[in-house]
T-cell receptor, first 116, second 111 residues
Framework: DADVTQTPRNRITKTGKRIMLECSQT?????MYWYRQDPGLGLQLIYY???????NKGEISDGYSVSRQAQAKFSLSLESAIPNQTALYFC???????????????FGEGSRLTVL | SQQGEEDPQALSIQEGENATMNCSYK?????LQWYRQNSGRGLVHLIL?????REKHSGRLRVTLDTSKKSSSLLITASRAADTASYFC???????????FGAGTRLTVKP
């Protein structure tokens, strides 16, 4: 089984629908992240969490919300999906590296979301 | 806006040649990391360089970091067709520890 699992892997939905993308990890890491990738572009940080009670906005949090249900689970919600949220979404985890700095990120395989 | 900008956006070379990719970033960092992505797949970590390091090697990879210029470079030596992928830099921000990525370089290595 993968260390970082995202569900669903693919989803097609309509404008205005609520969508939840789920991420679970077996690596025992405290830090979890949600990123969005548009075709041919880099990753943009949506939200990140350093523990269950520590959730932070990233570069593009508008239109998204998250829930850290447990150390191992971090969900991303689109309350009312719109077409420009069509993208590939990645979850990642990391442990603390040297000092309190961020160590290597481990990525899930991505959730491809299409909003019609 | 992206934290890092990468240069070039695309690079095409022959097998056996070296590939150099550059990354610039905007804020103070704890470390800088390089990742590889095969088309549409999850990213895979390649190498991490701390802010107090200037150069690091791992196999055919050589990374440099110049914090005064807020820039880094990734050199892949003796490239192979299997190195064809997109390469991204990511920075661990000094205070907030958020990890932000550059736009990436698409590398094509021709057999």
């Amino acid at each position: 089984d993968a260390d970082v699992t995202q569900t669903p892997r693919n989803r097609i939905t309509k404008t205005g629908k609520r969508i939840m993308l789920e991420c679970s990890q077996t690596k025992g890491h405290d830090r979890m992240y949600w990123y969005r990738q548009d075709p041919g572009l880099g990753l943009q940080l949506i939200y990140y969490s350093f523990d269950v009670k520590d959730i932070n906005k990233g570069e593009i949090s508008d239109g998204y919300s998250v829930s850290r249900q447990a150390q191992a689970k971090f969900s991303l919600s689109l309350e009312s999906a719109i077409p420009n949220q069509t993208a590939l979404y990645f979850c990642a985890t990391s442990d603390k590296g040297w000092g309190q700095n961020t160590g290597e990120l481990f990525f899930g395989e991505g959730s491809r979301l299409t909003v019609l | 806006s992206q934290q890092g900008e990468e240069d070039p956006q695309a690079l095409s070379i022959q097998e056996g040649e070296n590939a150099t990719m550059n990354c610039s970033y905007k804020t103070s960092i704890n470390n800088l990391q390089w990742y590889r992505q095969n088309s549409g797949r999850g990213l895979v970590h390649l190498i991490l360089i701390r802010s107090n390091e200037r150069e690091k090697h791992s196999g055919r990879l050589r990374v440099t970091l110049d914090t005064s210029k807020k820039s880094s470079s990734l050199l892949i030596t003796a490239s192979r067709a299997a190195d064809t992928a997109s390469y991204f830099c990511a920075t661990d921000a000094l205070i907030t520890h958020d990890m932000r990525f550059g736009a990436g370089t698409r590398l094509t290595v021709k057999p």
